[in-house]
């Protein structure tokens, strides 16, 4: 069982920066791939960015060079850096978990925190 815990989220001015956090009840060194997912009003949940244990990142199209996703494994957590805000980035931001036992993947998710965006 991977428990997780957003922070971080909050009011920021268009073009301001933020940066989530994500805390896991376990070491994530062995998670294969950690992620932030963010769901707008109205819209369907979305990936923002995630980590491999393998260090691959990938980002949606949306976001690249504007956000850095990182792993901090001493402190098993998870940060994703955003900069030059934009109103459309307002969202809860979900912070998820891929573990793979075997031959099953388990997928976690945190209950979010809140991004608003707005002057």
């Known amino acids: 069982q991977v428990q997780l815990v957003e922070s971080g989220g909050g009011l920021v001015q268009p073009g301001g920066s933020l940066r989530l956090s994500c805390a896991a009840n376990r070491s994530i060194d062995g998670i294969y791939v950690m992620g932030w997912y963010r769901q707008a009003p109205g819209k369907d949940r979305e990936l923002v960015a995630a980590?491999?244990?393998?260090?691959?990142?990938n980002y949606a199209d949306s976001v690249k060079g504007r956000c850095s996703i990182s792993r901090d494994n001493a402190q098993n957590t998870v940060y994703l850096q955003m900069n030059s805000l934009k109103p459309e980035d307002t969202a809860v931001y979900y912070c998820n978990a891929k573990l793979v036992l075997g031959a099953t993947y388990y997928t976690y998710w945190g209950k979010g925190t809140l991004v608003t965006v707005s002057s």
């Open positions: 980590s491999t244990s393998g260090a691959f990142t």
